[in-house]
């Protein structure tokens, strides 16, 4: 069932893209400019961004720093877009910053959020915000904080009709952040080729600031300067140890600016394991079945998940839907051979991709009215992927305290 949202957010038409600030950055004015009353580092990218932002956090929150943290999108509740301290902001407070934004009624859905996110963490008197970038990065919402600190995980193909058709045109997009950020990080996860279409020539790759490489049992060896680390690795999948690995140097990037006092071993072990990121990898149980949840929505992130799915001895089957704006084709060509059934199934959202379109990428696959019906018609062990809709309604259905 969708969530209801508040009612100053029903009408702002969460579809709405405008490339452009000059409307935000009014309202912002009027209500005193929220953004600037604390420093901010940006994640930007395609891929892993959200990963990244919430490792980030949980790493900032172990040195002691007094964070906010703004992600999109939500998996169940809206309000899970803005946490403080890391916890999600109330719907009390939400709504009281939300009507706050009622007289400025042309702003975006996200615009709206992201101001609502401003105006919380300057309440809370937070000491850094760790803010995630939506679409691009040239006219994204986030840019009006005006970032001292951001790094890039990678160049992806979402958004192509937006960003453009190009790779290095999408590339050259979200690099205007970083031009503009004193600090600025490059994530191992951009390919080579993309860091001189960036245009910051000041950025530096994460491993110049920490180096992340898997250990043995599933763990990771954190290194720089003299100190060296072997830590539990909170995320599961190959992918996320770039993102870690970004996350890391952003905080080191954070000490260089003043924003963190010390970057301190046995703090970087008490974050690492406070990292709270679900629907990546995790398990959700479902009626008392378990199952495997992971945000893989576009091709990218298809193939990390097939690349860990193909690594286990057993094979998984596949419960999968996805937004009208994904090349489902491609993301099917990458996961078939990974699974063993598939079942498509039809989301409960305006922008959702017709059931008979995605069944014709997955030839023989069987469909479903919606996810849970889904579930039910595979054999266990299942894997949910394809949309970020898809994890919120399984972890929304979830079983009481488990695997939210």
Known sequence: MPQIL????????????????????????????????????????????????????????????????????????????????????????????????????????????????????AEAGVEVAVLEAGMGGSWDATRVAASTVAGITNVGSDHKAWLGEDAFERARDKG????????????????????????????????????????????????????????????????????????????????????????????IIRGLAGVRWPGRLSDCQVGGRRLLVDAAHNLEGAEALAAHLMGRAERRNLLFSCLDDKDVEAMARVLAPAVAGVVVCQLEDDRAMAVERIAAAFPGARQAPDPLVGLGCLPDPVVAAGSLRLVGALLEAADQGVGR
């Open 6 to 121: 508040p009612l100053s957010l029903r009408d702002r038409q969460p579809g709405r893209i405008r490339p452009e600030l000059g409307p935000l950055r009014d309202a912002l004015a009027g209500l005193g400019d929220p953004q600037f009353a604390y420093p901010s580092i940006l994640v930007i990218g395609t891929n892993g961004k959200g990963s990244t932002a919430a490792t980030l956090e949980a790493i900032l929150l172990a040195h002691g720093v007094a964070t906010g943290l703004t992600t999109s999108p939500h998996l169940v509740s809206v309000e899970e877009r803005i946490r403080i301290r890391g916890e999600d902001i109330g719907r009390d407070d939400f709504e009281r910053h939300l009507s706050r934004l009622a007289p400025y009624r042309d702003l975006t859905f996200f615009e709206t959020i992201t101001a609502a996110a401003f105006l919380a963490f």
């Open 176 to 267: 205007a952040p970083l031009r503009s950020a004193t600090w600025a990080v490059i994530g191992p996860g951009l390919a080579a080729e993309f860091v001189p279409a960036l245009g910051a020539p000041h950025a530096v790759a994460a491993s110049e600031l920490v180096e992340v490489t898997a250990s043995h049992g599933g763990g990771l060896r954190v290194a720089w300067d003299e100190h060296e680390l072997e830590v539990p690795c909170p995320l599961l999948g190959d992918h996320q140890i770039g993102n870690i690995q970004l996350a890391l140097a952003l905080a080191r990037s954070a000490e260089a600016a003043g924003l963190v006092l010390r970057f301190e071993p046995d703090s």
